[in-house]
């Protein structure tokens, strides 16, 4: 599988990069602005200043809003009914997250949680459908978001199903990476723990460990202030 179609389905600063140019006339006969509508407190939106730790909403509690990240990180974590835990998502500036409210869903299926300092815009349900009911541009903008979700969702499951767990390790990091960009290496979060990075690799923290230390004695990653990723730690995930 080419690397284009393998890891290019999350670009996340493309849900904010043209909405610059969206400002216009609203339904409403006011002028609409989405950067304001998503970066700033109002009618149904509440700014929150998150830290580290801290739960946005927890799996089982009610849905009842939608979140987009301002600046920061968020994973999404889900519990079996044995107590495992696993990592479905990790989300950063520029990602929606609790949308499924939008298609009734009345319970949230996962745990939303705080990785580092983060500013985050809470919507409620009725405004952002209403929102989207009278804003066509930024509509337009919202689905782009939901089947970019959906592409990279269906990659994770491939990659889950059939690659190795240093494959899926390899892929992982390039995708927190952001791989695409042309500056590399690329720094992830500063402190993403080895324990996070297997559960959301699906395997155990000695074999992360272990594939770390390997991916750092070829030069595909470093460690300096973060944990930085070279663009040539793809050879890995393109190796049959």
Known sequence: MAHESFLSAGSHAAILRP??????????????????????????????????????????????????IVEGWVKLTVVSTEGKEAIVAMLESGDFFGEACLAGLRVCTATATVLVTSTVVRIDRTTMTRALHNEPGFSKQFLSHLVTRNVRTQENLVDQLFNPAEKRLARTLLLLAHFEREDNPVPIIPKISQETLAKMVGTTRSRVSFFMNRFKKRGFIKYNAGLHVHRSLLNVVLTS
């Open 19 to 68: 909405l610059g140019g969206m400002v216009g006339e609203s339904t409403r006969g006011r002028p609409f602005n989405p950067t304001t509508f998503l970066t700033q407190a109002g009618d149904g939106r509440t700014t929150l200043r998150c830290q580290r730790d801290q739960i946005l909403f927890a799996q089982g509690g009610e849905a009842n809003a939608v979140f987009y």
